[in-house]
């Protein structure tokens, strides 16, 4: 079936979960699911499918790439004793920038999963409009996902001068079935992820371990239930987050502000959301319990009748949050807490490199 439920799609776009963008020119929708999806974990079949999702008004597909897929033990489904039975088929994972083929009438061209007309797209459909492919070239009700990498698309692993699209699957508009992505790319002319054999999923992360994150990010193991799962290299997420460069300061800066962290996760890669979470649970914990404390206090100073007594009792059994208590017994809230985010100010703590990621 090559319809998708756009009234459930669109419920999740009313709620922030997905995001929709319409093409310039054709009847076409290109939905993604946001960071905010990401981050809060609100994963379903519509929220994973969305990843770079192209439906026209009638809810047809028009392209159907990967579902969100998760890093080994993100996920109970991926946690190495959940994993189906079977020896899975391991791909190279490239570091580039995932490009989605669909038809602009009958020539080629390649979105990311997030905007038409992003750089990286237009690079993509510039570069494979060179190699006099229409649309009738490329198998009907079939999805072709590619990376994309050129000198520009650079994250961690440097390919030198290389500038292609690298054929990555060939997936079926319904989601059940795939084609060899290897066969289709050799018919066509195009580079793609290369095939590596392991006896045992252990020996793809002792194998990584030999690499420098420069050279290469890591695999994608399939299996025959159409299971993804993906591991990286150490190193390539050492250097990750060293190119980040995000720190507690940065989240403690938009809490304390009051803003989403929907910046921060715009450039935050999602393997490092449970590091931020886990940053942004302890300091909104701090600042919790400083208000409280604060508030037990100004329970036995609005029992004393002046002012005087007032500050001499907040002064001498609770000097350390003063500057919170005096807001507080003066009905500014907002002061108070500002005074809490301030108390609780980190100095720094960038990632490290003995930090773990997802």
Known sequence: MNIINIDEIESRIASGLIKAVRHRELDYTLYNYTKRTQYDGNWDFFTRTCRGLILDSSGEIIARPFQKFFNLGETQETMIQNLPDGFPKTFEKLDGVMGILFPEKDLPAITTRGDFESEYAKWATDWIRTKKLSMVDFKPDYTYCFEIIYPASKIVVDYGNRAELVLTAVLNNTGREELDHIAEAK????????????????????????????????????????????????????????????????????????????????????????????????????????????????????????????????????????????????????????????????????????????
Do not use: C
Not at 239 to 253: A, F, N, P, R, S
Not at 341 to 356: A, L, N, S
């Open 187 to 358: 018919e066509l002319g195009f580079s793609y992820a290369k095939e590596y054999s392991f006896p045992e999923i252990e020996n793809a992360i002792e194998w990584l371990k030999d690499f420098e994150g420069t050279e290469i990010e890591g695999v994608v193991m399939k299996y025959s239930n159409g299971l993804r799962v993906k591991i990286k290299s150490d190193d390539y997420k050492r250097i990750h987050k060293v190119l980040t460069g995000l720190t507690v300061k940065d989240i403690w800066e938009s809490l304390r502000a009051g803003k989403s962290l929907d910046p921060i996760l715009e450039i935050v890669p999602d393997e490092f959301y449970d590091w931020v979470r886990l940053k942004e649970v302890e300091l909104n914990a701090a600042k919790n319990y400083i208000m409280s404390h604060a508030k037990e206090v100004l329970i036995e100073v609005m029992k004393l009748s002046t002012r005087r007594e007032q500050a001499e009792y907040i002064t001498s059994h609770a000097s350390s949050i003063s500057g919170v208590i005096f807001p507080l017994l003066d009905g500014r809230q907002d002061k108070a807490e500002n005074a809490a985010w301030t108390m609780i100010k980190p100095t720094g703590d960038r990632f490290k490199k003995d930090r773990d990621e997802t």
